[in-house]
């Protein structure tokens, strides 16, 4: 059985029990809402850490295999991140309504 999600549903950037997306309804100007927009945030800043951390790592010839290993650990979670906050926004701006016309 697939559920059909409503357009004005947001994805929010964390899961639910057993990895399911999460979502919210309303306008985007609730409480769940903002602290989405502030998970957003950090997630996206982390990302932005964890690249310069991850280039660094590939100029310094004594990294270890399982540093790298290590890195690229915390790339994917950070990927699987950044590509939720992608598909939420890019949902929301495909959305009736959502645009500056309204």
């Given at each position: ?56 790592m590939l100029d310094d010839r004594q ?25 939420s926004r890019g949902a929301r701006l ?9």
């Open positions: 059985m697939t559920r059909r999600i409503p357009d004005s549903a947001r994805l929010l950037p964390w899961a639910g029990p057993e990895g399911k997306p999460c979502y919210v309804l309303g306008g985007g100007t609730g409480h769940v809402s903002r602290v989405a927009d502030d998970v957003e945030s950090v997630q996206l800043d982390m990302a932005a850490e964890l690249l310069g951390h991850a280039a660094d990294v270890t295999a399982a540093q790298l290993r290590y890195v690229v650990a915390r790339l994917a979670e950070s990927l699987r991140d950044v590509h939720r906050i992608a598909r495909a959305a009736p309504g959502a645009g500056p016309e309204g």
